[in-house]
């Protein structure tokens, strides 16, 4: 049966744990955006200090469709649903096409008096890493080789988001300074040193935190403090085209990723 309203967790369908799992409703929610402003001089209006994206909430409601004398049956489907959704991981949902929601926090409800048979349950998902819906495919750029030289690419989402760059060696001798911007950030690494063997990645993990590293198929090392102090806190870009400049003595293979972010 095709069902209107399906949720997986981790690749796991909810309505597959038991036939008797009906999902209800689910809220997708809006992203909690806090606000700081200060009061204009002149007796009217304010101006924005700072703006900060904290928490994205999403809540499924669902009942168990067993009768109420089958105490039993109902008490281990809860327990299975609870199970599910402890387990975190990404969220997706049928309401979100394409998207996706990393859970960092689940709220479990409470059973209750399970011979209440047609009571619903919620169960509340929050993301705090990426307060945002996201896209599953990101939006790429790939450059076999370049050297010096500026490329494009369409960023999807309604958001500000951030991008991956992947830079691997290709010339077979050691670069040792490479510049990357992509949109309005740059980043400068001095002393880098990669080597023919390497690829330079900054990357972003589920919890949404930059970080920097020199790889090979053998290890990696960290070359975050490389950076020059001009350098860019993040590459965040914004929806839309953005343009991607390398400024470096010797070809990298590049690539480049940014998956498009949604509030709500």
Do not use: C
């Amino acid at each position: 049966m095709i069902l209107s309203r399906r949720v997986s967790l981790g690749g796991v369908q909810l309505d597959e744990i038991d036939e008797a799992v009906v999902i209800r409703r689910v809220d997708t929610g809006v992203a909690h955006e806090a606000v700081s402003a200060v009061s204009r001089l002149g007796g009217f209006g304010q101006r924005m200090t700072s703006q900060h994206w904290e928490t994205l909430e999403v809540n499924v409601i669902f009942a168990i469709n067993v009768y109420k004398k089958d105490l039993e049956r109902r008490r281990d489907i809860f327990d299975a649903v609870m199970a599910w959704a402890n387990a975190k991981g990404w969220l997706r949902t049928t309401s979100q096409p394409g998207k996706r929601m990393r859970v960092d926090k689940v709220v479990l409800p409470a059973a209750g008096d399970l011979r209440e048979w047609t009571k619903e349950y919620t169960i509340t998902f929050r993301a705090y890493g990426v307060p945002f819906w996201q896209e599953i495919t990101p939006a790429e750029l790939a450059v076999n080789s370049i050297s010096n030289g500026t490329k494009s690419f369409e960023v999807g989402g309604i958001e500000r988001t951030v991008a991956d760059v992947t830079a691997r060696n290709i010339s077979g001798q050691t670069i040792a300074d490479i510049t990357i911007t992509v949109g309005s950030n740059t980043m400068t690494f001095k002393g880098l040193n990669l080597l023919g063997t390497e690829t330079l990645h900054i990357y972003h993990g589920t919890d949404g935190l930059l970080r920097i590293r020199a790889e090979t198929s053998s290890g990696h090392r960290n070359v975050f403090s490389l950076r020059t102090p001009e350098s860019a806190d993040d590459l965040y870009v914004d929806p839309g085209t953005v343009s991607v400049k390398v400024d470096s003595k010797r070809a990298v293979k590049l690539t480049v990723t940014a998956a498009g972010r949604w509030a709500s």
